[in-house]
């Protein structure tokens, strides 16, 4: 679905930002009553530290927006792990500090799930944080959404804590066998279609998000399958709004048409895992 | 004339921000964040006679203090430009300057006489001095002979305000400099990024696909306000400040260095009103030191 409204760029203040452990932080932003409202899968851009910018580092990071508008009301919240300079900045800022906040960004999930399908929802480790909503919103559509939810080791289980809290169903796999079953999470996926057969494609649609081999797996498990498959695709950005051209992915809209490099901030994060060349 | 107006021969803008190419696409993606009107000009992505895709990721590393960047000119081609944005961006009042790319002098010709026959454009800059292209770009912007083809061959095709954009990757830009106004520049910007690499250490390979690419953002602001300063006492032409620029103060160092105007870029990225509040920024700054017009102090070093 494309973005009702336009971006907003906005200093907001802190009022939680809870560790949920193994580097795992749910940040809560206030947002004012003229907000724009946003989809499952839209993104922010957010400081790292103080909000009238900083020279190192210097650029922001994009966050899928985690929870969906209105619930909790009031606040943007951004589900992140730490994974480099950053977002270890980032964890150390407390409540009360402000934080600049452009959003929402990119496309979203557009809600293609016609009667009779079920979402089906493959989360990488804290590629979690986009497909959460998605659930939520879906279930609040009537939807009945599976996550499988794969990672390295069960230190990364906080990547679905508030998902299993909200009672959505979540199968999980880690590749060292220490949580849930061994192995990857497409390799979950693809039994879980093979054992449907013919019928899995009319039964699911996948939405997908994590890292960059495990998208690429995914699109092949569900090319096989024959199951439409829309993937939110990761890049690192340095304005998130279109005009520095630097987070592209190759696509093909036919597997016989001219590579096209698009923007993964604007015409992504989420695209049709057919018309992607990895 | 309002106190920020400055007129660089021909050119006159209203202040002296203006967006820097390659940083605003073709403007439009400004318009959601701000009134463009509030600029002194906008400079559209370089514009290539062909669209080109540019080159494959990763384009992009974030350095301390900066950013490399190897786009390699993505951009929809100038016969798109002209029927599809430049009619929408005219609307805004604000100088709007065609940036463009050739691979060889002719091309940059023919891009020349497409823009002087378009209505809405103040002036054309040349850019001689892309890092992260194969043909083109620094091949010709690091020469001074191949700098005069490309400039006489625009020359020859507009009677546009011309803008000829230095890459600071050279032994002496003020060759550079000269060989541009010898050949009939109007003005220069200056600069382009700076050649630079990171390397992931992990993965021992180039973080950008290209190897290398080009060098923006606060880090290089001392070494581009060397360089207008240099290339200031060196032409007699008016020059437009490029590098790091993301507060009015920064502004008006390039400008007390002798820029007449600036053009601001990776700032955009990091606030995507960065220009306007940088607009703001130099007003106070006349203010505060009561400067009744703020053309008085392009240059104006105490020494």
Not at chain 2, 22 to 28: I, W
Not at chain 2, 245 to 272: C, H, K, N, Q, Y
Request: with cysteine; net charge neutral.
């Amino acid at each position: 679905m494309s973005p009702t409204r336009a971006p907003v760029d906005l200093p907001l203040r802190i009022v939680s930002h809870d560790s949920l452990g193994s580097g795992h932080f749910l940040l809560s932003l206030a947002i004012p009553g003229d907000y724009p409202a946003w989809e499952p899968g839209q993104f922010a851009m957010v400081t790292t530290g103080a909000p009238e910018g900083q020279a190192d580092p210097l650029l922001r990071r994009p966050f899928s927006i985690y929870n969906t508008p209105g619930d909790p009301a009031g606040v943007v919240q951004i589900f992140y792990k730490v994974l480099g300079r950053g977002t270890r900045l980032m964890s150390g800022a407390g409540p009360g500090d402000m934080l600049r906040c452009l959003a929402p960004l990119g496309n979203g999930f557009a809600p293609a799930r016609s009667p009779g399908t079920r979402l089906l929802l493959v989360a990488g480790g804290i590629g979690s944080a986009s497909l959460h909503p998605l659930a939520l919103r879906d279930r609040e559509s009537g939807g009945r959404p599976l996550m499988l939810y794969g990672c390295r080791t069960s230190s990364e289980v906080p990547g679905i804590t508030r998902t299993l809290e909200a009672g959505i169903e979540v199968r999980l796999a880690t590749d060292d066998g220490s949580a849930g079953r061994r192995g990857f999470v497409t390799e979950m996926l693809d039994e879980l279609l093979f054992q449907e057969g013919p019928q899995a494609r009319d039964r699911w649609v996948i939405c997908a998000c994590g890292p960059t081999p495990m998208m690429r797996a995914t699109a092949e498990v569900a090319a096989r399958h024959g199951v439409r498959c829309h993937l939110s695709l990761e890049s690192p950005m340095a304005c998130g709004f279109g005009v520095c051209v630097g987070c592209v992915v190759g696509t093909r809209e036919t597997p016989t048409a001219p590579l096209r490099y698009r923007r993964i901030c604007v015409e992504g994060p989420v695209f049709d895992s057919g018309e992607v060349c990895w | 004339m309002s106190a920020l107006a400055v007129t660089l021969g021909a050119l006159r803008l209203k202040n002296p921000v203006l967006t820097a190419s390659g940083t605003c696409g073709y403007g439009l993606d400004l318009l959601p964040h701000f009134d463009i009107s509030l600029l002194g000009g906008i400079v559209c992505k370089s514009l290539s006679l062909a669209p080109r895709e540019g080159n494959a990721p990763p384009r992009l590393a974030e350095t301390p203090g900066g950013m490399l960047n190897s786009i390699g000119l993505q951009n929809i081609g100038i016969d798109l430009f002209l029927s599809e944005k430049l009619p929408l961006l005219r609307r805004h009042d604000t100088a709007i300057v065609a940036n463009i790319f050739g691979e060889t002098v002719e091309e940059f010709g023919a891009l020349a006489r497409l823009v002087d026959g378009a209505e809405g454009v103040a002036a054309i800059e040349v850019n001689i001095s892309c890092p992260n292209t194969a043909r083109g770009g620094t091949e010709f912007g690091v020469d001074p002979d191949a700098t005069a083809r490309v400039t006489a061959a625009v020359r020859g095709a507009t009677r546009l305000p011309l803008i000829v954009k230095l890459s600071p990757n050279v032994t002496d830009i003020t060759l550079i400099a000269r060989a541009a106004v010898d050949a009939g520049a109007d003005i220069l910007s200056l600069v382009n990024t700076f050649f630079g690499m990171a390397v992931d250490v992990e993965r021992r390979r180039p973080i950008l696909s290209s190897g290398s690419g080009g060098l923006s953002g606060p880090v290089i602001k001392p070494m581009a306000v060397h360089l207008v300063s240099r290339v200031a006492r060196s032409v007699n032409v008016p020059l437009i400040g490029i590098g790091g620029i993301r507060s009015g103060a920064d502004a008006m160092e390039f400008i007390l260095a002798g820029a007449s105007a600036v053009e601001v870029g990776t700032a955009t990225f990091t606030e995507p009103a960065a220009c306007v509040r940088i607009v703001r920024e130099i007003e106070e700054y006349c203010a505060r030191h009561a400067i009744a017009e703020l053309r008085t102090l392009i240059g104006a070093l105490n020494r």
